[in-house]
């Protein structure tokens, strides 16, 4: 998923991978929980592209909303953004087979795109985020209470 003349990527490149750099530790405190709760699934993070700067750095925040997709709604979430059957068939197998205890499946949002990452051998697993947001919640909440 690449926008074109996207604002917000900042020198129009892949802004994908520095914006899960930036955000992973709440990104895998929301699959930890949600494992814990659900079991396996995925992180959906909805991500705001109303943002007035014309370019953003690694300092600047970018809005977006974080929850976890147990697997058996995967699915349905993915039907109701219009996605081939192809391509949510092609999800499943990793979702079933992936390994919460070192893995994350993301599915990032910006308006109408989405695009489906798996993060895999992780310096920091999504246990070790869980622990480290508790540890440290004043620093991510209000952001992380939903």
């Known amino acids: 998923m690449r926008p074109s003349n996207s604002v917000w990527q900042g020198n129009f490149g892949y802004w994908q991978n520095s914006f899960i750099h930036n955000n992973l530790l709440v990104i895998g405190y929301t699959a930890w929980k949600g494992f814990q709760s659900f079991g396996q699934g995925a992180v959906l993070c909805d991500v705001d592209t109303q943002v007035t700067q014309s370019t953003i750095t690694n300092f600047d925040t970018v809005p977006f909303t974080l929850q976890f997709l147990p697997c058996d709604l995967i699915g349905f979430y993915l039907r109701s953004q219009s996605l081939s059957s192809s391509i949510i068939s092609s999800?499943?197998?990793?979702?079933?087979?992936?390994?919460?205890?070192e893995d994350i499946l993301l599915v990032l949002k910006v308006e109408s795109q989405i695009e489906v990452t798996f993060l895999h051998q992780l310096k920091i697993t999504p246990p070790d985020c869980y622990e480290q947001v508790c540890k440290r919640w004043s620093e991510f909440q209000p952001s992380l209470i939903p």
Request: hydrophobic share 45%; proline share 18%.
């Open 91 to 101: 999800i499943f197998p990793a979702v079933a087979t992936y390994n919460p205890h």
